[in-house]
């Protein structure tokens, strides 16, 4: 007797009901103790291999920086900026205009003077605090951005020093020095303003 073709393939099981079904030698095999056809639960026995776990990092929100921090460097980056530029160019200007009227016989001397005055008081040393002190305030003061303790101890006895070399220098000539010491004692107040001191107090990562 000859087997009848089937038409299923291969992978799908032949019903029973289907023409010239043979169970195949030794029956079918069972599933092991535990397992069911259309079960998924682990068997009895068998050691589970656990999953990691997925921990979800909240970042704490950063606290906002205050606008007296912002305002305190904006404040000495234009005044540094502009004594700088400006001093420069005078200097540059006076070392022209000497060379000029050296020239001129017939010019007044007075001026002539004055510019010697300007040019060998410089020399001499002034220049070095003209020059130094704004520049040093210039980086100090985008020093303050970073919101370090040690940034705002660091601008505040820079501070304390211009003002004690602007009394030294313009002991006698109040007028003129009440200005710039106004301008760096306003820069530095606001910088212990209790919203500033608790910024800057904060911890750092």
Do not use: E, K
């Not at 099981?13 to 030698?25: C, D, E, F, K, N």
């Not at 997925?54 to 502009?82: E, G, I, K, N």
């Not at 020095?177 to 209790?194: D, E, G, K, N």
């Amino acid at each position: 007797m000859g087997y009848q073709p089937q038409f299923v393939p291969p992978s799908q099981p032949v019903p029973p009901s289907a023409p010239g079904y043979s169970p195949p030698i030794g029956g079918y095999t069972q599933p092991p103790m535990g397992y069911s056809p259309v079960s998924t639960d682990v068997p009895p026995g068998y050691l589970t291999v656990p999953q990691p776990a997925t921990y979800v990092v909240r970042q704490l929100p950063r606290p906002q920086r205050p606008a007296v921090v912002a305002m305190s460097a904006s404040m000495t980056v234009t005044a540094s900026a502009l004594w700088v530029c400006a001093l420069a160019l005078g200097w540059l200007l006076a070392a022209a205009l000497q060379a000029r009227l050296q020239a001129d016989q017939d010019f007044d001397g007075q001026v002539l003077i004055m510019l010697n005055r300007f040019s060998a008081r410089l020399l001499d040393g002034l220049a070095i605090p003209l020059f130094g002190l704004p520049t040093v305030a210039f980086v100090a003061a985008f020093l303050l951005l970073s919101g370090r303790r040690w940034a705002q101890l660091f601008y505040t006895v820079l501070g304390a020093a211009t003002v004690g070399w602007l009394i030294w220098w313009l002991h006698d000539r109040w007028a003129w020095a009440a200005a710039p010491i106004a301008y760096v004692v306003v820069s530095v107040v606001i910088l212990w303003t209790p919203a500033a001191v608790r910024w800057f107090g904060r911890t750092r990562p």
